[in-house]
């Protein structure tokens, strides 16, 4: 009820303790708490927090215009409604090295297990979009010093995302890659891999956990878990696919309330209200105001 039970501290333990296993875990895009909490009961073993949905969510488009305020904050009543562990995305890491060492520490207090800080030009764009801007090593490499040096908690989980894949091609994502490591980051997400040679040429090259991106309509070919695992990838999110799916479905619904006036037609494709319920525990809650306002006002 309100909040989940176990601590922040305790989520990127176990988190760190899963990764340290070698395992694939698996995390959807939760799109706002509630879906976070679906998540957590349809047996996945993390929820991602993705800048495109946090952007979306307030009807931008994803090019940097979120604030740390914004992304914290959402990223804070998510986090809160689940026993799995949360990594988010913080794009650029909202400016330079100590803006960076701030986003850190921001995010460990929202109770966040992890976030990737990528290597894009600020304003930054959405990774698998053409025209793509990189910086230098230099400057890439400073923001993942600054991240790790920021951090409290020592579990906490700094991933460095590489964007040079469509700019500069596998070779220098792979190089970029091994000195991000060098520089201290705990996981690589290199973005807009195309094939599953290509995720293995980068898990060759690393000794730490690989993240792979399956957002669909983009550059890379939607491989499944298994696939993911044979080449020994180590998480795998689906970062605005629960946004896509909710959204299609409104706009449907939207169509048939337009051309028919009512969505009778509709209510096999709805959470029905007692799952709702049983999802946000309404029946705690119930019991929880009986059992402490029990008292009466003597006239």
């Not at 930054?124 to 890439?140: I, M, N, P």
Request: aromatic share 6%.
């Amino acid at each position: 009820m309100l909040y989940a039970t176990t601590s922040p501290a305790e989520k990127r333990r176990l988190l760190r303790e899963r990764l340290a296993s070698g395992e694939l875990l698996r995390m959807p895009g939760a799109f706002n708490p509630l879906s976070a909490r679906l998540i957590e009961r349809k047996g996945f073993d993390g929820v991602y927090i993705s800048g495109a949905v946090l952007a979306a969510d307030l009807g931008l488009p994803d090019i940097g215009l979120t604030t740390l305020t914004e992304v914290a904050g959402r990223g804070a009543q998510i986090a809160r409604m689940t026993e799995l562990p949360a990594i988010i995305d913080a794009d650029t890491g909202f400016g330079e090295p100590m803006n960076v060492a701030r986003t850190i520490q921001t995010l460990e207090d929202a109770g966040i297990a992890g976030a990737h800080i990528e290597d894009q030009v600020n304003p930054k764009r959405c990774g698998h979009l053409d025209g793509k801007s990189v910086v230098d090593e230099s400057t890439a490499l400073g923001r993942i010093r600054a991240a790790v040096d920021a951090r409290r908690d020592d579990n906490f989980l700094v991933m460095a995302r590489t964007d040079i894949r469509a700019i500069d091609g596998l070779d220098a994502a792979i190089d970029r890659a091994k000195a991000l490591v060098d520089a201290g980051a705990d996981a690589i997400f290199p973005e807009a891999m195309r094939t599953l040679e290509e995720f293995a040429a980068v898990r060759a090259a690393v000794d730490v956990p690989i993240l792979a991106n399956m957002t669909e309509f983009g550059k890379s070919e939607l491989f499944s878990v298994s696939q993911l695992e044979s080449v020994g990838i180590n998480i795998v999110i689906w970062p605005v696919s629960l946004l896509r799916i909710a959204m299609g479905a409104s706009g449907r619904a939207l169509d048939e309330l337009t051309a028919q006036g009512h969505l009778r037609e509709k209510l096999d494709e709805m959470q029905h209200r007692a799952d709702l319920y049983d999802l946000i525990d309404y029946e705690q809650y119930s019991r929880f105001d009986n059992d402490i306002y029990t008292f009466t006002v003597e006239r």
